[in-house]
């Protein structure tokens, strides 16, 4: 049974810092791209950040230089750190993952965690 387990959430003042973490178990193959998105109430999904398995990184324009975006590939395990926190942070992270259920890594499959709560407040 594929499974992300995200934790790291929480409340915070604006300003302050928080890590997100999500690990990668069960049935989950050849990890690619792993990924943070955002929702917050009445809005769309966002993207985040994402790493590739070679390290390379992408942000949303809004979080550059304030959110960095780190893996442990050996333990299947994504972070993302949040520093300068603003209200409008304010969102259910997701974590994503693309893999595959099966050995040879194909076909493909995006994995979403349950969702971790951060609220930053003013």
């Known amino acids: 049974q594929a499974q992300l387990v995200e934790s790291g959430g929480g409340l915070v003042q604006a300003g302050g810092s928080l890590r997100l973490s999500c690990a990668a178990s069960?049935?989950?193959?050849?990890?690619?791209?792993m990924g943070w998105y955002r929702q917050a109430p009445g809005n769309q999904r966002e993207l985040v950040a994402r790493?590739?398995?070679?390290?390379?990184?992408n942000y949303a324009d809004s979080v550059k230089g304030r959110f960095t975006i780190s893996r442990d590939s050996a333990k299947n395990t994504v972070y993302l750190q949040m520093s300068s926190l603003k209200p409008e942070d304010t969102a259910v992270y997701y974590c994503n993952v693309d893999g595959s259920r099966y050995g040879g890594g194909w076909p493909r499959t995006t994995y979403w965690g349950q969702g971790t709560q951060v609220t930053v407040s003013s």
């Open positions: 790493i590739t398995s070679g390290g390379s990184t």
């Open positions: 069960g049935s989950i193959f050849s990890i690619s791209v």
